[in-house]
């Protein structure tokens, strides 16, 4: 698990003590000195290295949000009451006053709880919540007048380039958090991850039945071939196949595999396939709980309300009581066709490194594509493999000449452009 920390670099020495509890994480410093280095900074790793997570301040998610693809789990930091209570003991240390004060950043409600918890008076606090439209210079000028209004001894701020304005002679104490905050911090964060990984890699069932067979095709002439349309399918590459005769056929697989087949959930074009190809409806099911029995028996449940639809269609049913359907048929399937040419996919495949269904899988994307380019990320998602792994496949295909730079696309007029590649398998019958 890789986690990136966006932080100012006078704070790295407090978030490697916070870290050294969290083994088995690997962490991406990204360092920078002035804020408006935080969106260069950023953007530059996540180019070039992924991420699980990403932990960062309020000021930096603001600079950086729109970078930050939709699906990565982040953690914006917030100070603890805690936090904003040891800053006011530190002030008593130095003989301050507690009040009044100004500060900066924290949100009322927190103030407000420390204020009660320690008996201070709210009149000698000046607060000026976060508000990512508020320059820097606006926050120096509330501090000032306020230093100017009512006295106080110091200020709190969490903004490192605020700080470094008002050091011509108004102490500042920082508020950044606490080793305990960001443990707590960088914990649900990992925590959060691995939750995210374990949904992606749950187990999932699906039920396919032949509701109806053509007149020249029998009910178990018509599962065989039901069962070899799905071996077939190339989103069904790595799933588990199973012929349960009356219970039509069985799969067995990732929830993150049934999702890519779906479209998240929407199409099944391996039911209009059925009906082209084979000449029979299908209505299918898909189960996801918390064993394979459950998974089996919710997809069993799903696959009963399928046939009940007028057409060929799809339902998903979960444990947790969603119910997701009608799915149509709509779209088209990419299909591969490894067993028609398997001693040339295979041999090319031992030259590649690569397996022989892998190739034959990247072969029908490539038709799929006709002759448009694509970038690993999208060829990850057209495998139903993940981003980082897509990366790796393009750099092996590249090192045997299987693809070929075509460029770049602009992902975002502010973000990091993302290169395109071009598939060169061939058809197998021409492999080189």
Known sequence: MVIGLVIHTSHRAVFEDAARTLAGVTLEWVVYEHEDQVRDLVADRLARQHVDGLLLGPVPYAKCRDLL???????????????????????LSRDWRPTPVSIDTYDARTVDEVIRALELDPAGISLLPYDPEQSVAEIVAFHRAALARTGADYVISLRTAVAEQLRDGTPVLGGLPGPAT????????????????????????????????????????????????????????????????????VVFAHQALFEQATNSWVALPALGQAQETLGIRVAAGFGVGASARSCLQLAERAAARAEQEDAPSAYLVEDSGVIIGPMSPAGSAVAFTYRGHGAELERLAAEVGLSAATLSRLAAVERALEGRAISPGDLARQLGITDPS?????????????????????MHRKGRPARLYRLRIGAPGEAR
């Open 69 to 91: 693809p939709p699906d990565l789990p982040v953690a914006i930091l917030r100070s603890a009451g805690l936090d904003l209570s040891l800053a006011l003991f530190k002030a």
């Open 182 to 249: 960001l443990r707590a911090q960088l914990h649900e964060l990992a925590l959060q991850v691995q939750s995210k990984r374990a949904s992606a890699l749950r187990f999932a069932a699906g039920v396919f039945l032949v509701s109806r067979a053509g007149p020249q095709l029998d009910l178990d002439r018509a599962r065989v071939g039901l069962m070899n349309l799905l071996i077939n399918t190339p989103e069904f590459g790595d799933a588990w196949i199973e012929n349960r005769g009356r219970r039509g056929v």
């Open 390 to 410: 897509g990366r790796r496949l393009i750099r092996k295909l590249s090192e045997s000449g299987l693809v070929e730079v075509e460029g770049s696309t602009q």
